[in-house]
């Protein structure tokens, strides 16, 4: 029999909970068949619903929560209140516990964060978690951290999320030594933020076996896909983030709002709709949904809160290629490799030294 991929669902998560969960594990389960879910959630909110979709009930191991994480709860009382009982906490402790190989929740993201760090803690020499989102360019895609997890970042930790992108660039778009940037407001090394500048160096001075550092890269960058991985901290990283996610909005009504001015531009629309369609999928968030948790002892995607059940199935997309690309094993190996260069750099070379 072949190998099962486990994955659990926090299925109270988004703004519509069990709603779009459900429907989007069906989509997901008819793309690989061989997922098994371990689902957490209200029985009276996700027992009906499975009854409408045997294909999941089938490929599922149901467990009742009674407490639920709301979308505004803070992360703090999230840890506080009932967090043993909710269907965030137990979805993310089956990771803990290898019931699961990786946990997808739509829920609240300073809560899910605060209790993957804390029920999963972080990764040895890792200081902090980064939040790892999949950016489509004009290459592809690109890989950008940390799009909130933390803000603000000294050297060393823009350094580890140089490693752990550059580890998930491996897994997702199997390039064996990934191109790596670190964000900033010109190429020239003099510019920026003194943290920055420093990793910049570091990076140059440092050799690592699993990516190549290509120097400092602009905003502009992030949609020109001039590297493989983008790194930030999180502050800068969320609101380009959330810039982009806009942009693409505003493009997108332009264009509705152009196409239906008048009757000739409708005329225009029929011959071009299939560059229209194209730009459409493109340009559609659902299709590249997901941000991965990174420095953890697991895996957590979280899922956009307002997605509908395609952009779901999209995060355990990510989730199910994560786990068959062995993510968290190029991990470990990159920050072995790394801190074993540190330290024999650090070593005394001959009898002056001592």
Same mark, same amino acid.
């Given at each position: 029999?072949?190998?099962?991929?486990?994955?659990?669902?926090?299925?109270?998560? #988004?703004?519509?909970?069990?709603?779009?969960?459900? /429907?989007?594990?069906?989509?997901? +389960?008819?793309?690989? /068949?061989?997922?098994?879910?371990?689902?957490?959630?209200?029985?009276?909110?996700?027992?009906?619903?499975?009854?409408?979709?045997?294909?999941?009930?089938?490929?599922?191991?149901? =467990?009742?929560?009674?407490?639920?994480?709301?979308?505004?709860?803070?992360?703090?009382?999230?840890?506080?209140?009932?967090?043993?009982?909710?269907?965030?906490?137990?979805?993310?402790?089956?990771?803990?516990?290898?019931?699961?190989?990786?946990?997808?929740?739509?829920?609240?993201?300073?809560? +899910?964060?605060?209790?993957?760090?804390?029920?999963?803690?972080?990764?040895?020499?890792?200081?902090?978690?980064?939040?790892?989102?999949?950016? /489509?360019?004009?290459?592809?895609?690109?890989?950008?951290?940390?799009?909130?997890?933390?803000? #603000?970042?000294?050297?060393?930790? +823009?350094?580890?999320?140089?490693?752990?992108?550059?580890?998930?660039?491996?897994?997702?778009?199997?390039?064996?030594?990934?191109?790596?940037?670190? +964000?900033?407001?010109?190429?020239?090394?003099?510019?920026?933020?003194?943290?920055?500048?420093?990793?910049?160096?570091?990076?140059?001075?440092? /050799?690592?076996?699993?990516? =190549?550092?290509?120097?400092?890269?602009?905003?502009?960058?992030?949609?020109?896909?001039?590297?493989?991985?983008?790194?930030?901290?999180?502050?800068?990283?969320?609101? !380009?983030?959330?810039?982009?996610?806009?942009? !693409?909005?505003?493009?997108?009504?332009?264009?509705?709002?152009?196409?239906?001015?008048?009757?000739?531009?409708?005329?225009?629309?029929?011959?071009?709709?299939?560059?229209?369609?194209?730009?459409?999928?493109?340009?559609?968030?659902?299709?590249?949904?997901?941000?991965?948790?990174?420095?953890?002892? #697991?895996?957590?995607?979280?899922?956009?809160?307002?997605?509908? !059940?395609?952009?779901?199935?999209?995060?355990?997309?990510?989730?199910?290629?994560?786990?068959?690309?062995?993510?968290?094993?190029?991990?470990?190996?990159?920050?072995?490799?790394? =801190?074993?260069?540190?330290?024999?750099?650090?070593?005394?070379?001959?009898?002056?030294?001592?």
């Amino acid at each position: 029999m072949a190998k099962t991929i486990p994955i659990s669902l926090d299925a109270m998560g #988004g703004d519509h909970g069990a709603d779009v969960v459900i /429907p989007g594990a069906e989509i997901a +389960l008819v793309r690989h /068949p061989d997922i098994r879910f371990l689902l957490f959630g209200n029985e009276k909110v996700v027992l009906p619903l499975l009854e409408k979709y045997p294909r999941v009930r089938d490929a599922s191991t149901f =467990h009742h929560c009674d407490v639920s994480i709301a979308m505004d709860t803070k992360p703090s009382q999230a840890l506080r209140q009932g967090r043993w009982r909710s269907s965030m906490w137990r979805s993310i402790e089956a990771v803990k516990t290898g019931d699961a190989s990786v946990a997808v929740s739509a829920g609240n993201t300073g809560a +899910l964060m605060a209790m993957s760090k804390f029920c999963l803690r972080t990764m040895a020499n890792i200081e902090r978690p980064a939040i790892a989102a999949i950016w /489509p360019t004009m290459r592809g895609e690109s890989v950008v951290l940390d799009v909130g997890a933390t803000i #603000g970042a000294d050297a060393q930790q +823009l350094i580890d999320f140089a490693i752990l992108g550059g580890a998930m660039a491996r897994a997702l778009f199997g390039v064996q030594k990934p191109s790596v940037g670190l +964000l900033n407001i010109g190429v020239e090394e003099v510019k920026g933020l003194e943290e920055v500048r420093t990793a910049g160096r570091l990076l140059r001075e440092t /050799p690592l076996r699993s990516l =190549h550092y290509a120097g400092f890269v602009e905003g502009d960058d992030l949609g020109k896909g001039t590297v493989d991985v983008v790194v930030t901290e999180g502050f800068a990283g969320n609101i !380009a983030l959330k810039t982009a996610e806009g942009t !693409a909005k505003q493009i997108g009504s332009y264009l509705r709002s152009a196409m239906n001015r008048t009757f000739m531009s409708k005329i225009g629309y029929l011959f071009a709709k299939g560059a229209f369609d194209l730009l459409r999928e493109k340009m559609d968030p659902r299709k590249v949904n997901g941000g991965v948790f990174l420095g953890l002892n #697991g895996i957590v995607i979280k899922s956009h809160g307002g997605t509908d !059940a395609e952009g779901y199935a999209s995060a355990i997309d990510l989730a199910y290629d994560m786990v068959k690309n062995e993510l968290t094993h190029k991990i470990a190996q990159d920050l072995v490799h790394y =801190h074993r260069g540190r330290f024999a750099e650090a070593a005394p070379t001959s009898e002056g030294d001592l």
